[in-house]
């Protein structure tokens, strides 16, 4: 079980995290915006845990005789999904902390896009400043590596949690008895 754990786990860590690079690389550019940058994101989660799903069929079928309950499929997965997390986390460190640029703006233009957002949709100027309040207290927090890598590694989890219970129930097999 290790060895699939740890295969599956790293490959879809080292797609997560290229991907993470790569796709805020994109929102620096502006090829990739706020608007549209969670879709992409979380896209690029689901296509990166895709290995989860094939680590879980690989265990059951090269390990368990292709039989295999929901949780112990469920146990190979979540497994398999904390070590893509902590990658991706780690990624997301390690840039934050070789790019000067991205470190320094990306909270100050996350929160600028939010509030634009918000006038744009008619919010009063009281609703705005109440949200700018919340922000900079946000980006204050985000300052923090323990909370920054807290509120990280909860943007990948529950992606990786997902894709895990939905490995476990369709992989899923019992043993079949002999007529």
């Known amino acids: 079980m290790r060895k699939i754990v740890l295969l599956y786990g790293f490959i879809a860590g080292l797609i997560m995290a290229g991907l993470l690079v790569f796709n805020t690389r994109l929102l620096q550019l502006g090829i990739v915006t706020f608007d549209n940058s969670m879709f992409v994101g979380y896209t690029s989660m689901a296509i990166a845990l895709s290995m989860v799903f094939m680590g879980v069929r690989s265990y059951r079928n090269n390990y368990c005789g292709g039989v295999i309950k929901f949780g112990r499929a469920f146990g190979v997965g979540i497994l398999m999904a904390l070590i893509a997390s902590a990658f991706y986390v780690a990624a997301w460190e390690i840039y934050l902390a070789t790019d000067a640029e991205l470190n320094a703006t990306f909270m100050d233009n996350y929160?600028?896009?939010?509030?634009?957002?918000?006038?744009?949709?008619?919010?009063?100027?009281?609703?705005v400043a109440e949200a700018r309040q919340k922000l900079d207290e946000?980006?204050?927090?985000?300052?923090?590596?323990?909370?920054?890598?807290?509120?990280?590694?909860?943007?990948?989890?529950?992606?990786?949690?997902?894709?895990?219970?939905?490995?476990?129930?369709?992989?899923?097999k019992k043993e079949v008895l002999p007529a």
């Open 111 to 127: 929160k600028e896009f939010s509030l634009t957002k918000m006038r744009d949709k008619g919010a009063s100027s009281t609703e």
């Open 138 to 172: 946000m980006c204050e927090l985000y300052k923090n590596p323990a909370i920054r890598v807290g509120m990280t590694f909860m943007e990948i989890f529950p992606v990786g949690l997902i894709v895990t219970l939905f490995s476990a129930a369709v992989l899923r």
